[in-house]
């Protein structure tokens, strides 16, 4: 299963994520192309313990959370259309907003190889809980490859 921990993975997102142009068109959803990678990048650094989360994590029984990231993460599916994005990381809501495209793209690069190559622990999904190294590779990969489907890449 594809991964951003694998070096051969992350270059192929890598390479999809250049041929995003800001003017890409969605195929769903509201985001921009331009939005969309600094969603990307905003999650990222939340993640990485670089940008606070100000959206309290929903509470979920711990039996749910496993089987939403069995669903979501370890099971060869792609993810939903429709999904709501947490204020924290929506570019409308709370998110950083656009500034110039190459330079947003070229963070975006940056944080998948950072993410990629980063070990040790993380804070816990805001949905699925504590996740292994193997787990948030997983999800990071899924989380890029449904935003760049969104905008047909």
């Known amino acids: 299963m594809r991964s951003l921990v694998n070096p051969a993975d992350r270059t192929a997102v890598v390479q999809r994520l250049h041929r995003i142009r800001p003017d890409t068109p969605r195929r ?3 985001m921009t192309a331009p939005q969309m990678i600094c969603h ?3 999650v990222f ?3 990485m313990g670089e ?3 100000t959206s309290p994590p929903p ?3 711990r039996w749910r959370q496993r089987v939403m990231k069995l669903v979501a993460v370890q099971l060869p599916l792609r993810w939903p259309h429709g999904v709501k994005t947490r204020p924290d990381v929506d570019q409308e809501a ?3 907003p656009p500034g110039e495209f190459a330079t947003d793209l070229s963070e975006l690069v940056r944080m998948c190889e950072r993410f990629g190559t980063a070990r040790g622990p993380r804070s816990p999904h805001y949905l699925f809980g504590p996740l292994t190294e193997w787990e948030w590779g997983r999800w990071g990969y899924k989380h890029v490859d449904h935003h760049l489907r969104q905008f047909g890449v």
């Open 94 to 96: 709370g998110g950083t």
């Open 59 to 61: 509470a979920l029984p």
């Open 40 to 42: 990307l990048t905003d």
């Open 51 to 53: 940008r606070p989360s």
């Open 28 to 30: 769903w959803g509201r």
């Open 45 to 47: 650094r939340g993640v």
